[in-house]
């Protein structure tokens, strides 16, 4: 059962990479929007960036809670989960 939740939370890793991927490819859009005047899409880009602080805690927080594989394979997929806590 345990294994079920652990691929359960690698599924859920996997679809937060690519959630804050989208939103920063987003951001980087308002911003060549705004070109020189970031003044005009502020607040937009402010709410862009809490939602990916949030994204990105929640995705360390997942990581965090995983079980810890040492492997150099898993490094490489993992690399945050074997950095850093859900602090981040």
Do not use: F, K
């Not at 074997?82 to 602090?87: D, K, R």
Request: include cysteine; proline fraction near 6%.
């Amino acid at each position: 059962m345990a294994g079920i939740t652990i691929l359960g939370q690698r599924r859920t890793v996997a679809e937060l990479d690519t959630a804050i991927r989208r939103v920063e490819r987003a951001r980087r859009e308002q911003l060549a929007a705004a070109g020189r005047d970031p003044a005009r899409v502020r607040a937009l880009l402010r709410l862009t960036e809490d939602y990916l602080a949030c994204l990105r805690q929640s995705r360390a927080i997942l990581l965090w809670e995983l079980p810890q594989d040492p492997s150099p394979e898993a490094a490489g997929r993992y690399p945050a989960a074997l950095e850093t806590g859900a602090a981040g």
